[in-house]
């Protein structure tokens, strides 16, 4: 079977649910689709295994292979937004935002002969790009953080109670945006030392790939955007207007809020993660003050300067929509929008891409800035300035989210 004419074949913005097998490419992806396998595993022996070339991409429950080069070679590459849910990868990855980056795992862990029925402690240092969680099939392996964070990491691996008779072989899986598989292997020996702390893999050490925010100041939400880099694609939103995110910013950016204010007032973000009936989805799936971080990683709130970080990449599968809302700490009838002269959010990366000036803002206590959601598997971005004298507490009852 030609996997390539298969998806050639597709309706545009349809989905294509693939045969199980292994299938040897590349593939390219040229339409916006919903690829979807079935113990499907796509493979080339070098170069990119798959290539997407347009916006509205969904891949789900595939495996993705470079048999031959480095594990670093790119597998995956996108020119576009793509969403991934499901997808084990291995070698690299292009236009995924910072899952880019250097993942330095080995393929196979070998931690040599250690001492049967005995507690024996490895170390292992590796680099991950982003956010990984470690999940292992065995119970006597245990991994100590089991949650990496971007950068170096050093893992102790504890291994305890494996007998004389039994071949340590195990399966690890590193997952981020995608899961990688690993293979833990050793041999326990009644006659062997245990082992304590023994470093069986050190990644090279690597300048991280992520580059630092420009300093904002240090006052409640209200930020500034850095200067727009030369060459770079923006645009200036007014109310009401939608439009792509693609043209202007990858996967994973930035939002700030900034405004004159005429009295000391805190202006705090509200973000909250909707499904495709508007709904949220927990009541954790409200982003503030109170609840800095999402599940899944996908949404970050900085207490510093208030900005918040976005990583479309990592989206809950179940993520149709991301509200982007703004409230006046402690609103009166003093304290309210009113206060704030030429409110504005800013979403940059390297630079500022998009902005939205909201005008005509008074007694509004909560605002909805902006909607992000998905239009036939694109994310998309609409400009709403809407305001509510209900504060915070109507917004989120609207979602789902019950408050007391």
């Known amino acids: 079977m030609d996997l390539n004419q298969l998806i050639e074949g597709a309706s545009s913005g349809s989905t294509l649910r693939l045969p199980s097998g292994e299938f040897e490419g590349p593939f390219v992806i040229s339409k916006p689709l919903h690829l979807i396998g079935n113990n499907t595993t796509l493979w080339a022996k070098n170069g990119a295994v798959l290539k997407i070339n347009s916006n509205g991409v969904v891949i789900e429950n595939l495996r993705v292979e470079l048999t031959d080069g480095d594990v670093s070679d790119t597998a995956v590459a996108s020119n576009f937004l793509a969403a991934v849910k499901n997808v084990e990868i291995l070698g690299g990855v292009s236009g995924f935002g910072s899952e880019d980056g250097c993942f330095d795992v080995p393929r196979t862990i070998e931690l040599g002969e250690f001492r049967a029925e005995d507690e024996n402690s490895f170390i292992l240092s590796v680099n991950v790009p982003e956010k990984t969680e470690i999940f292992c099939n065995m119970r006597e392996v245990a991994f100590s953080p089991a949650v990496l964070s971007a950068g170096r ?5 504890t291994v305890s109670g494996i007998s004389a008779q039994t071949l340590l072989y195990a399966e690890i899986m590193f997952k981020s945006a995608f899961t990688r598989r690993v293979y833990l292997t050793g041999k326990p020996k009644t006659d062997a030392e245990a082992a304590s702390f023994r470093q069986v893999y050190s990644a090279p050490v690597r300048k991280s790939a992520k580059k630092a925010k420009a300093t904002a100041p240090q006052t409640d939400v209200i930020s500034l955007s850095p200067p727009q ?11 009401g207007l939608r ?35 508007g709904r949220a989805l927990s009541d954790n799936s ?25 990583d479309l990449a990592a989206v809950d599968y179940r993520v149709e ?21 030429n409110p504005k959010i800013s979403i940059r990366t390297d630079s500022e891409r998009i902005s939205f000036a909201m005008d005509g803002l008074s007694e509004e206590s909560a605002i909805v800035a902006a909607e992000i959601y998905l239009y036939k598997g694109e994310w998309k971005i609409s400009a709403v300035g809407a305001g509510y004298n209900g504060g915070v507490a109507r917004l989120c009852e609207s979602y789902g989210i019950e408050v007391e």
């Open 321 to 341: 929509k991301i509200v982007l809302a703004y409230a006046v700490y402690a609103a009166d009838a003093f304290n309210n929008f009113s206060i704030a002269k």
């Open 243 to 277: 439009t792509a995110l693609a043209p202007y910013i990858g996967s994973s950016f930035s939002v700030y809020f900034s405004c004159e204010k005429s009295r000391n007032a805190d202006i705090d973000p509200y973000v909250f993660l909707l499904d495709r009936d």
């Open 153 to 157: 990491n050093d893992i102790t691996v």
């Open 229 to 239: 880099a030369e060459g770079s694609a923006r645009i200036d939103m007014t109310r």
């Open 286 to 310: 409200l982003i503030f003050f109170g609840n800095e971080r999402s599940e899944n990683g996908e949404v970050r709130y900085f207490p510093d300067d208030g900005h918040i970080d976005i």
